[in-house]
């Protein structure tokens, strides 16, 4: 299955710079828009093609890949 | 206060045509998401309603965890950054819930790539040490697998049908 979606950030960290190398660590809030995942499924033996998940009441399920967000990284710089 | 404006804007547009580092940057970590939609999965499944046992619970949280690796460029201004970058996530769980006649194993595999573009301010707390503030908006293509396997009562053991969403 599989769907595209919007998605957004802020975090907020500290940096510290050794030379040309910067290093860093950050955490934020990485909201990304709710997405049916559509795709072929195979449920009791019968195939289906462009199937969502469904929920109890059979309405397509969402997927929210939204969460907190802890980065660490480092920069090279040019 | 107009004095201000202005002043800033100068700053902002010397920043701007004053380019002073291109940096490749890096970065891994991890994203907690949320259990929304495992709940609301799992609930197609009676065994949940009827009370039965989850097993393993600490597996089962482990699919709101994603690994993500960042790789991106960006464009350093005095204090100001702007850059572009390609995050991809990848989540993995896998968890029983069992009842008095069958168990159902899930696996769920979901991975995420996305391009995100960023702008961040760099605020100067000592001579090498900076506090940092971005944010970014961007477009995510994701692709998931569910696969969750029926077992029969008494062992367990022998699999009744096996189903891949």
């Not at chain 1, 289906?48 to 309405?59: M, R, T, Y």
């Not at chain 1, 969460?67 to 920069?75: D, E, K, N």
């Not at chain 2, 009676?46 to 993500?68: E, F, H, R, T, W």
């Not at chain 2, 968890?95 to 995420?112: G, Q």
Request: hydrophobic fraction near 40%.
């Amino acid at each position: 299955m599989n769907g595209g979606y919007f998605t957004a950030r802020l975090r907020g960290g500290f940096e510290a710079k050794l030379k040309w190398l910067l290093l860093r660590f950050v955490f934020g809030y990485r909201y990304a828009n709710p997405v049916v995942l559509k795709g072929e499924s195979i449920i009791n033996g019968e195939k289906n093609e462009n199937q969502a998940v469904l929920d109890k009441s059979g309405d397509e399920l969402k997927f929210d890949f939204s969460g907190i967000q802890y980065v660490w990284g480092i920069s090279v710089l040019l | 206060m107009k004095l201000k404006i202005i002043t800033a804007s100068v700053v902002l547009i010397s920043n701007l045509i004053f380019c002073q580092d291109i940096g490749i940057d890096f970065n891994v970590g991890y994203t907690k998401l949320k259990m929304n939609q495992v709940n609301e999965y799992l609930y197609n499944f009676d065994l949940v309603d009827a009370g039965s046992q989850l097993y393993n619970p600490s597996k089962y949280n482990k699919i709101g965890m994603s690994l993500c690796f960042e790789l991106g460029v960006s464009a350093r201004f005095s204090q100001f950054k702007f850059g572009i970058s390609g995050n991809y996530f990848s989540s993995n769980g896998l968890w029983e819930s069992r009842d008095t006649i069958r168990a159902i194993n899930h696996n769920i595999d979901v991975s995420s790539i996305e391009i995100v573009a960023s702008a961040g301010y760099s605020v100067p707390i000592y001579k090498t040490a900076f506090v940092l503030l971005e944010g970014g908006i961007g477009y995510g293509f994701a692709s998931s697998e569910i696969m969750y396997i029926t077992k029969s009562y008494p062992s367990y053991n022998e699999v009744e049908n096996i189903n891949t969403i």
